[in-house]
């Protein structure tokens, strides 16, 4: 989906849910694949169905989200399933421990339904199964008494949670694209149903490139000369342009669009029950993304917009 505009993407996803493929979660805190070895589906030395269990564990797991990314529970099948946990990769490295040994495949989803829900519960946002382990008082041996033994009388609870979270899970791409309202939110432009490049194309030396307009030091290239105080304008008076039901009527929400005036982009926001405009291509990137930033304000009380491609801000108050 990378490079894919905003105002194709419900185009590709009804083709995708056609064709029966389910959303997934490319950089989200989840479940990663699940990998396997071929067990005795393919191969003569197989000791069980490992890829069996695998689509299993993906199928129930698909869905759920965590303090960090879900990828360092192990399996090796000799009598039953060994279960290794809270190995962890990147710069600090860690192996990862028995938790339990010998599992009969009947008994790996409510085990590993008591460890996730556990880990879910109780780690610290963004913090890896591996570094929980070790701030666990006991470690790893303390999570044996309590997914196992049952030592905190809470394993009934996790595996109830455990399958009330499974429960909802629900595929978002295909409820967007049957939802009315929600397909608004991948339109362009919300008062013409036309579309534009959002980012200039040109080419330099049998290359295609964005059109850049930072200088090295910082300043724009290209940048118009001519003083606007002076202008004429066809029209000065109000002009209707978008029903304000577009935007949330919740007097604390904040709302944004994309509006499309002759040849002229802008953002409009709605924070806090009034309504602010600014030109929708930020003036360093020279991309027409400021409606997707993000909003902030200052203790005088003044709102900015941040433009969601340089990461600069700017005042909404007219200045």
């Given amino acids: 989906m990378f490079g894919a505009k905003k105002q194709v993407l419900l185009d590709i996803w009804t083709e995708l849910v056609n064709a029966r493929m389910e959303s997934g979660h490319a950089y989200a805190k989840s479940l990663r694949a699940v990998k396997s070895c071929v067990g005795t589906t ?23 989200r965590s303090s ?61 199964t591996g570094r929980w382990i070790e701030n666990l008082p006991g470690g790893i041996y303390y999570l044996r008494e309590v997914v196992i033994n049952d030592k905190l009388g809470i394993c009934a609870e996790l595996e109830r949670q455990m399958e009330e979270l499974v429960s909802s899970y629900f595929c978002e791409w295909a409820e967007t694209i049957k939802d009315p309202e929600r397909r608004k939110h991948f339109e362009q432009f919300s008062n013409t149903p036309e579309t534009v490049d959002t980012v200039e194309i040109v080419e330099e030396r049998g290359q295609s490139r964005s059109l850049k307009s930072v200088g090295n030091r910082g300043r724009r290239t290209g940048h118009i000369t001519e003083n606007f105080k002076g202008h004429q304008w066809s029209h000065v008076s109000w002009q209707p342009i978008l029903k304000s039901h577009h935007f949330s009527e919740e007097k604390l929400e904040i709302s944004s669009t994309n509006i499309k005036r002759g040849d002229t982009q802008l ?7 009034k309504y602010y405009a600014t030109q929708q291509m930020c003036p360093h990137k020279g991309a027409f993304v400021l409606s997707d930033g993000f909003i902030g304000d200052t203790d005088a009380g003044t709102y900015w917009i941040s433009c969601p491609l340089c990461k600069r801000n700017f005042e909404l108050n007219g200045e």
């Fill in 68 to 128: 960090h990314k879900i990828k360092d529970t192990d399996r090796v099948q000799v009598l039953g399933f060994n279960v290794f946990v809270g190995g962890n990769g990147g710069a600090k490295p860690r192996h990862s421990e028995l938790l339990a040994k010998d599992v009969p495949p009947d008994e790996v989803i409510s085990l590993l339904d008591r460890y996730l829900i556990f880990y879910i519960r109780t780690a610290d946002k963004l913090q890896c």
């Fill in 267 to 273: 953002a409009i926001f709605k924070i806090k029950g």
């Fill in 42 to 64: 393919w191969c003569r030395f197989g000791v069980g169905d490992s890829v069996g269990m695998a689509i299993r564990l993906e199928q129930r797991y698909k869905s759920i």
